[in-house]
């Protein structure tokens, strides 16, 4: 099992530690380094940044959002930087929610999200593999666009710089079993969302016949510390945020992940806290075994112990959401 980094989205402004956490995961002989984005910065520039101050370690988005650009754009954003970093990109994307979708980016959310996502995913393919002009009859993505306000002057193009990798590794976040059976089919690799290793099949079917060199990258928080109730707050934190902010009350994707995995009724309680406003005891209502099984915290002990039921199940890479030197070394020594 490989070991990859988590930095995720900045909150106020640019973290000065992110950087350096990515030069000394090179160092410990860590694979890779994920970003992310929400609503406020982007996953593409601060791997760039990343990518001019280390030299091996590989550059992964976990996720780029799909609404936030086109296909081909992304797939231009992917081949730019894949040429930049000497071929170390891993492109992670998702759909995300109606809420982001149509609050943040102004975009309507798919009806059918599994057929927006698998031509978003053709086009990117396309692209990427640069056999041909990019062309795609589909119904939330054409080329040349065929929308009813088309001037029909569209020409069908193929890219004019020729990508490095033109099987430049493609993953996909997929939560429900339908969408991970389809990630299964038309990607390279996939980002589970609140992994735990105990229980996969609550993902669906298609993880236990997963083909050979595919790649299973969730990530989890993960703190070295005495006291395991304290270091879980953080994971708490996030899992109030995400399940009870991250989403409408009548379809938020997080929150019925949550409830799938045996925590429906604690996962409405904290939906109805987070949207009246009642944040704290939002986070104190998740679970605090919720919060452990999809994490790795306590001594160092424990973690070693914990450590090896992600190793049985099928997960390829760990990707590490920790700012914290001493864990990261900790967990390379221990997975190694």
Known sequence: MRLGLALGYWGRGPSPDHVPLAQEAERLGYD???TAESWGSDAFTPLTWIAAQTSTIKLGTAVAQMAARSPTTTAMHALTLDHLSGGRV???LGLSGPQVVEGWYGRPFPRSPLTATREYVDVVRQVLRREGPVTVDGRFHSHPYRGPDATGLGKPLKPITHPLRPGLPVLLGAEGPKNVAQTVRIADGWLP???APSRPEVYGPAVAG???GFLVAPMA?????DDVAAGLLPVKAMLGFYIGGMGHAARNFHADLMARMGYEEEARRIQELFLAGR?????LAVPDAFADEISLIGPRERIAERLELWRKGPVTDLLALSPDPHTLRV????NS
């Open 193 to 195: 969302l609140y992994w």
């Open 279 to 283: 944040r704290e005891e939002a986070v």
């Open 210 to 212: 997963l083909p050979e």
């Open 221 to 225: 928080q993960v703190r070295v510390c």
């Open 331 to 334: 967990l390379a020594e221990l």
């Open 90 to 92: 891993l492109l992670g």
């Open 32 to 34: 890779s380094v994920w």
